[in-house]
């Protein structure tokens, strides 16, 4: 069964002070790893896919990797609109849908 | 439309009563997806439709659930008998990706606002 773990749960930082989120996961055969950010009583916005180990995408101040058993999502001198959840999610070879992790709720105080 | 539109925005019913949530995915997005999301946790998936054929339901909970997307477009969900433990917010989501690998820069899921339902 696919799994995926989300750390830390919760993670406040001062502002410009740079951090990882990380998303473990466990599937058959990963055809694609999502990153999700997800604003209190909003519906989940789509940031990033990635598809391979060593693949690296960035927009703005994230930057999120890849390992065969891992994802990072890294904030670069954040800002406190940068404040929201963010949810990993993997897409395994022998289903269409997405499993989701618990997501991190990040806080970026000025 | 422009996004993926749910309603109603929120639903208080009373226990043992039906209710039905209703989808409408953005223009030409083959897939459509229905998720269940408790507060502090990420979306846990329920079902999803090709076009008006429903591919995989096994995450709706039990046979009180159901859904339904009769013309490709447009998708309602129905909680029969409801419960408390029904409780939760519950979101649609769609993609043009049909099949995976292909569109792969549109691959990700456009998410609607989701309906809040409160059963008491």
């Known amino acids: 069964e696919d799994q995926v773990t989300q750390s830390p749960e919760a993670l406040r930082l001062q502002e410009g002070e740079s951090s990882s989120l990380n998303c473990s996961y466990t599937?058959?055969?990963?055809?694609?790893l999502f990153w999700y950010r997800q604003d209190p009583g909003k519906g989940p916005e789509f940031l990033f896919t990635?598809?391979?180990a060593g693949e690296e995408k960035e927009k703005e101040r994230l930057k999120a990797t890849l390992t065969k058993k891992e994802s990072f999502l890294h904030i670069t001198a954040p800002k406190p609109e940068d404040s929201a959840t963010y949810l990993c999610?993997?897409?395994?070879?022998?289903?269409?849908?997405?499993?989701f992790g618990q997501g991190t709720r990040l806080t970026i105080n000025p | 439309g422009a996004g993926v539109s749910q309603s109603p925005r929120y639903k208080v019913t009373k226990r043992g009563q039906d209710v039905a949530l209703r989808c409408d995915p953005i223009?030409?997005?083959?897939?459509l997806y229905w998720y269940r999301q408790a507060l502090g946790q990420g979306p846990e998936f329920l079902t999803y439709?090709?076009?008006?054929?429903?591919?995989?339901k096994s995450g709706l909970p039990n046979d009180r659930f159901s859904a339904e997307r009769p013309e490709g477009s447009i998708s309602t969900l129905t909680i029969q008998r409801t419960e408390q433990r029904d409780s939760a917010m519950y979101r649609c989501?769609?993609?043009?990706?049909?099949?995976?690998?292909?569109?792969?820069?549109?691959?990700?899921?456009?998410f609607g606002s989701g309906t809040r339902l409160t059963v008491v």
């Open positions: 989501a769609s993609s043009l990706a049909l099949r995976p690998g292909t569109q792969k820069e549109n691959y990700g899921y456009t």
């Open positions: 599937v058959s055969g990963l055809r694609g």
């Open positions: 990635l598809y391979s």
């Open positions: 999610a993997v897409h395994d070879q022998g289903a269409q849908k997405l499993v």
């Open positions: 223009s030409g997005h083959v897939s």
């Open positions: 439709f090709n076009y008006e054929a429903q591919q995989d």
